[in-house]
């Protein structure tokens, strides 16, 4: 009996910490993301999944993130 390999094709989500995140695009600061993650609930950042909490931790899912950057990020500024 033989088996064939099934290849699957899955695009993991590329995950950063903010300060990762900001490394790989400097045009973010440091504060002004760690501003939009304070105000995620309303800004729709949030609402969009572009930031997933694992306890304390923050991580940015980068694709979704930019992804709300383009949708006009709901919800405006503070």
């Known amino acids: 009996m ?3 390999a099934v290849e699957t094709e899955t695009s993991s989500p590329s995950f950063s ?3 990762q995140f900001c ?3 400097p045009w973010e600061t440091i504060g ?3 501003h939009k993650i304070f105000y995620s609930k309303d800004n729709g950042l949030e609402e969009s999944g572009a930031i ?4 304390r931790k923050i ?4 694709p ?5 950057i383009e949708s006009g990020q709901k919800g405006g500024a503070r």
């Open 52 to 55: 997933i909490r694992v306890g």
């Open 32 to 34: 002004g993301l760690r």
């Open 23 to 25: 490394e790989k695009n």
């Open 59 to 62: 991580l940015i899912n980068d």
């Open 2 to 4: 033989t088996t064939e």
């Open 64 to 68: 979704k993130y930019f992804s709300w």
């Open 17 to 19: 910490t903010p300060k």
